[in-house]
C-alpha cells in the first residue's frame, strides 16, 4: 500500500481510474489527429473523346468538346506554329484525344529532369503543316510538350 489511508479496494479503483482516463485520453488524442484527407486518390476527370478530322486552324473559332481541350489546342497550335516557322492557319489538326499522363513530364521526361509523380490530365495532339507531323502532349491548362517530330 503507497499511502497507509487509502484502502486497498480504494487503491484499486484508482488504479482503474487511471487506466480509463489514459485510454480517454489515447481515443481522443487519436480522434484530434484525424485530418479530412480523403482516403483514396481523385480519378481524372471523364472526358468524351473527340473524334476531330483535320480542320485548319482558322475554324477552331467555335468551342471544342470542352474548354481545356480548346486551350490544349490552341497551346500546341500556337507552339508548332513557332516551331515550324508557318501560320496557325497552315497547321491541321490530325487527332486530339483526352489522356492521363503518369506524372507532370507530360509522357515526354528529359533525361536530368525531375517530375511531380502526379498522374496529370491532358491530351494527345497530332498537328501537321509545313511538311511536318508533330505529336504534342499537353496539360489540361495548356502547357505543351513537343514529344515527336515526323
Known sequence: MLI???????SNTMRCL???AIAIGMVLNACAATTSMPTSLPTATAIAAAAVSPVPSSAVSSPG????AQT?????LRDASTHLGVN????RVQRIEPRPWPDASLGCPRPGVLYAQVVTPGYLLVISGGGKTLEYHTDERGRVALCQET
Open 4 to 10: 497507509p489511508w487509502i484502502t486497498e479496494v480504494e
Open 18 to 20: 487511471w487506466v480509463v
Open 65 to 68: 468538346p470542352d474548354a481545356a
Open 72 to 76: 490544349a489546342r490552341d497551346a500546341a
Open 88 to 91: 496557325e492557319s497552315d497547321l
